[in-house]
């Protein structure tokens, strides 16, 4: 049972206190009393320190779509091993999965790699700012796009500081300069409106517009058709690029998220999936675009390294995963994430507990209210909801199943109709010992 002191991982926390600040090199898999250490996953299921086996319903914040050491990846990244891990060369590994990237996303006409989603984001920005010869982005307020400035103000805005007219940029990390923050217009999601009213106000010197379709610490819902289309005709009214973050949502469809709207973006960035387990990013978009990190013409406009880009390893397992990952699959984990939404909506129903499950194909996002979801603030949780979720989290562990601490489920190929149901039993079970106790009780 989760917390036990006397634990494996207790103990390693300890440890880890002394040689890594709060004993965490990851803000997003803090846990307190302590963390879970991983000593193995396979398939579906993590098995940690203290040899305790659980559904992973984490999937590294949904980047195992195929669940952990799936036989094709291992032998792909083994082979690649043995051939050499990286080289101060490009291989042929990166040319294979561009093509794979650019044959699916109508977008990706070129694309280039990075190591993560976070600088995928951030290179897709720099070259609208290049490519526009403007300063300022708009970004969605609450969307997590990464760790680059620009792209994280406001991610975690509340309402004593969100701002009443049109939401305020507000820092994440203490320090950053104010120029980011004036540099950075917040939308508000879904309100057609008022975001048109504040991307024509600021048309001038907007280099990009930045949106994930189905953005998770927005509710998980999706981005309305009027709202994805309005961004593509304001866009191209005032001269700035449209990008879409498909970091995450690129399981949804063979051609990502964009291809649901049929809105095509002058960039796109990627990451998550398609490295098979390894890190990565990529930026895709027009051949004319992506002209401004090509040096064959001299000094690019946007110069862009990485000792680690499109290194071979996560070339190769990344192009086996994405191959591996076809339409059958997404189907197949769409109709796991159906079952999986109504058996949590209906577990919530028949204990009393306001809440609800939200997402889109294989991905779930659990709330512990029932309000309509369109944004930001009307998924913004309650300090007591905010409890409860952390709750949840706790007993679904002692459960068998491992989700997001906030409420975040990424289903993996890996998973079957049992396991699907082993997640549902773990959640009415759960739902009813909160339901039992009482919504006030304390957490553990
Ligand atoms: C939509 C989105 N964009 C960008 C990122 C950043 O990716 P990474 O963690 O690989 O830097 C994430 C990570 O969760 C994400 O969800």
Redesign the pocket.
């Known amino acids: 049972m989760y917390p036990d002191s006397s634990s494996q991982s207790a103990a390693l926390y300890e440890r880890a206190k002394r040689s890594l600040p709060g004993g965490n090199t990851r803000t997003t898999v803090y846990m307190s009393p302590y963390p879970l250490y991983a000593a193995s996953g396979l398939g579906c299921r993590v098995t940690d320190l203290d040899g305790v086996e659980r559904i992973d319903c984490i999937n590294n ?1 949904t980047s195992l779509i195929h669940g952990h050491a799936h036989p094709a990846l291992v032998e792909a990244a083994t082979c690649q091993i043995q051939l050499g891990t990286t080289f101060g060369m490009p291989t042929p590994s990166e040319v294979y999965l561009a093509e794979l990237l650019s044959g699916r996303v109508r977008s990706m006409e070129r694309v280039r790699f990075m190591n ?3 600088e995928a ?1 951030m290179m897709a920005l720099k070259a609208a700012r290049a490519y526009t010869g403007r300063p300022k982005i708009a970004k969605v307020e609450g969307s ?4 680059y400035d620009y792209a994280e103000t406001s991610l975690d805005a509340e309402p004593s500081n969100w701002g009443e007219q049109a939401p305020n940029s507000i820092a994440y990390a203490r320090g950053t300069p104010q120029g980011v923050l004036s540099d950075v217009v917040v939308l508000p999601f879904n309100d057609v409106v008022k975001a048109e009213e504040l991307l024509r106000a600021h048309g001038p010197s907007l280099a990009a517009v930045l949106v ?1 379709p189905v953005p ?1 610490r927005v509710g998980l819902v999706p981005a309305s058709k009027e709202f994805m289309s309005m961004l593509r005709r304001v866009t191209k009214d005032t001269g700035a690029l449209l990008v879409i ?1 498909e ?2 949502t690129l399981r949804l469809a063979i051609g990502g998220a964009q291809s649901m709207y049929d809105v095509v973006p002058d960039l796109t ?1 990627a ?2 999936i398609i490295g098979g387990g390894f890190p990565v ?1 990529a930026v895709g978009g027009s051949a004319e675009v992506m002209g401004v990190f090509d040096p064959s013409r001299g000094r690019p406009p946007v110069p862009h390294g990485g000792t680690f880009s499109a290194n071979p390893v996560t070339m190769m397992t990344g192009l086996t995963a994405m191959q591996l990952f076809d339409g059958a699959a997404i189907e197949r984990l769409g109709r796991f994430g159906d079952r999986l939404r109504s058996a949590i909506n209906v577990a919530f129903a028949s204990t009393g507990i306001p809440g609800q499950a939200t997402g889109v194909g294989s991905l779930l996002k659990v709330h512990f209210h029932n309000r309509p979801i369109t944004d930001y603030r009307s998924a913004f949780p309650t300090p007591q909801q905010q409890r409860l979720m952390a709750r949840l989290t706790i007993k679904l562990l002692n459960n068998g199943v491992m989700t997001a601490s906030y409420g975040l489920i990424a289903l993996s190929t890996a998973m079957t109709d049992s396991d699907i149901e082993q997640i549902a039993v773990a959640f009415r079970q759960a739902l009813t010992e909160i339901a039992a106790e009482g919504l006030e009780a304390n957490a553990g």
């Open positions: 914040f993560s989603g976070t984001v997590y796009h990464g760790s994930d998770n973050d970091v995450i960035a990451g998550k990013g």
